[in-house]
């Protein structure tokens, strides 16, 4: 089967001879988990991120606006929210694990940090407020566990403007919670 001629109605699937094909949804959920992973894992830089790691390893302010990272994200933001409006509970569940190991140290890097709070702030709007909230506080629970843990004044940098671009990303949260927003 070449599935460039395969289209959709609203309950059945057809190929380019207008045979009723069955196609085996857990396919489709493997093929979107595993989209989603790699979605987090490379999500391009936003706009509002200023801080940044040089070459040589060093915590920088970035100036420059790069027109085609900035294009790159809002596609990958697209996408990721459309993925998010699929199966919530999955893109949730990617994200969680994610954090965990960056908060547990198997996996801490500025980069994977920064990717991923980059994908956390981009599917802002995308859940129910009140699935929105409950994973928001909990992200935010475990980047400032983070920040108290970390060793180095540039390491707590990093997760500090992480914390604070992610919260940035989610006016609902923030209108619901004033005195959050005070704090931050």
């Known amino acids: ?21 069955s196609l085996p949804w857990s396919l489709y959920d493997t093929i979107l988990h595993e989209l989603r992973i790699v979605m987090i894992d490379h999500m391009a830089k936003p706009e509002e991120v200023i801080i940044v790691e040089d070459d040589n390893g060093e915590i920088v ?7 085609e990272v900035i294009a790159q994200y809002t596609t990958m ?10 199966n919530y ?13 960056q908060v547990g140290y198997q996996q801490f ?14 599917i802002s709007g995308a859940m129910n407020e009140v699935d929105e909230k409950r994973f928001l506080v ?41 005195k959050f927003l005070k704090t931050v």
């Open 1 to 21: 089967n070449n599935l460039s001629y395969l289209f959709y109605n609203n309950t059945n699937t057809y190929d380019k001879n207008y045979n009723n094909i």
């Open 61 to 67: 302010r970035e100036m420059t606006k790069d027109t």
């Open 77 to 86: 933001r697209d996408s990721l929210i459309y993925l998010t409006h699929l």
């Open 89 to 101: 509970d999955d893109t949730q569940a990617i994200m969680l694990e994610k954090l965990d190991l």
């Open 109 to 122: 890097t500025w980069n994977g940090l920064n990717t991923l709070c980059w994908a956390i702030g981009s």
């Open 138 to 178: 909990s992200i935010i629970k475990d980047l400032l566990k983070l920040c108290e843990d970390v060793k180095g004044k540039d390491n707590k940098a990093v997760v500090a403007s992480n914390i604070m671009y992610i919260v940035g990303q989610y006016p609902r949260f923030l209108r619901a919670h004033w």
